[in-house]
């Protein structure tokens, strides 16, 4: 068999292809990692937001990873919307006895404001899910809810960065800022070192699926045996070029790009 690097994402689906599985699976192929996906929930949803979700049984999940994980090769995992906590149970039992790469997205609201998971959610993903994770990617709104209390300052910032490590078990955590005002200012912690990752903020409307994006940047840097902070610092280079070298697409909060990483890369600059 040929040495090929392998992503897999376990998440939701986005049929306008911005957000959820959609936007992992570009990522990852643009990162040039083969990628896979386990669909947890199916959500109708576009740039203006979301109009139904249907769930799939935590026991057909199972089957989905049964799938892909006894036959591909899987050299990191991202986890993305996991609706309930009966998903994330059947999600973490199989992730445990695997022990690789694994980035937690813990989504919550999509950015339209609409939820996508319940309440237990939040419980579960704490205990059976962060313990497990090698990096966790929360927005502001995501760490709060986690570590539950609000993120008011900077110092706020750093403490749930803290708690996340120690207290969850999570080998790390990305802060993320763009719900900032000012530059998008990510707060890395790997349990030993805080690092900030910093790009000019773009004024745009378009910023539908940038956390999949991101963390789907950082899994497919995992799979191919990158440290975090090298993982972290493609991610930060990708999500700001997607968002930088807008679409324009859809009637709502547009797509980010997700050619525009490779086209910066391969032309010197963007045309
Ligand atoms: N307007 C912007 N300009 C530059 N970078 C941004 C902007 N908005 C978000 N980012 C960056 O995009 C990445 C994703 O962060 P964000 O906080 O938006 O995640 P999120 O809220 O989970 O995303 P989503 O929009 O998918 O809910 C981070 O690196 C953040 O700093
Ligand atoms: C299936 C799925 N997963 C995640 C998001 C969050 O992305 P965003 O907040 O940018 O809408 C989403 N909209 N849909």
């Known amino acids: 068999m040929r040495n090929v690097k392998g992503a897999l994402s376990i998440a939701g689906t986005d049929p306008s292809g911005g957000a959820g599985i959609q936007a992992d699976l570009k990522t990852f192929q643009e990162l040039e990692v083969y990628g896979m996906s386990v669909i947890t929930s199916v959500v109708a949803q576009n740039t203006l937001g979301v109009k139904g979700i249907r769930h799939l049984e935590a026991s057909f999940i199972k089957e989905q990873l049964e799938s892909v994980t006894n036959d591909m090769p899987v050299h990191a995992v991202k986890t993305g919307m996991i609706a ?139 799979a191919k045996g990158k440290s975090l902070n090298e993982a972290v610092s493609v991610a930060k280079t990708f999500i700001s070029a997607a968002i930088e070298h807008t679409l324009e697409i859809g009637h709502g909060q547009g797509p980010t790009n997700h050619w525009a990483y490779q086209n910066t890369k391969r032309k010197g600059e963007y045309v």
């Not at 986690?146 to 960065?161: C, I, N, Q, V």
């Open 84 to 222: 309930n906590s009966e998903m994330i149970e059947a999600i973490a039992e199989h992730l445990r006895p695997l022990t690789l790469p694994l980035c937690v997205d813990p989504v919550m609201i999509a950015q339209s404001g609409d939820a996508l998971v319940d309440h237990k959610a939040l419980q579960a993903m704490r205990d059976e899910l962060l313990p497990l994770a090698t990096i966790v990617t929360p927005n502001i709104p995501e760490a709060a809810a986690l570590t539950g209390r609000s993120l008011e300052s900077e110092e706020d910032r750093y403490d749930a960065a803290k708690r996340i490590v120690h207290d969850f078990g999570s080998s790390s955590v990305v802060i993320k800022g763009g719900h900032l005002d000012g530059e998008a200012t990510d707060l890395f912690y790997d349990g030993d070192t805080f690092k900030t990752f910093t790009s000019p903020r773009f004024d745009t409307l378009h910023t539908h699926g940038t956390g999949c994006t991101y963390a789907a940047a950082i899994t497919a840097e995992l």
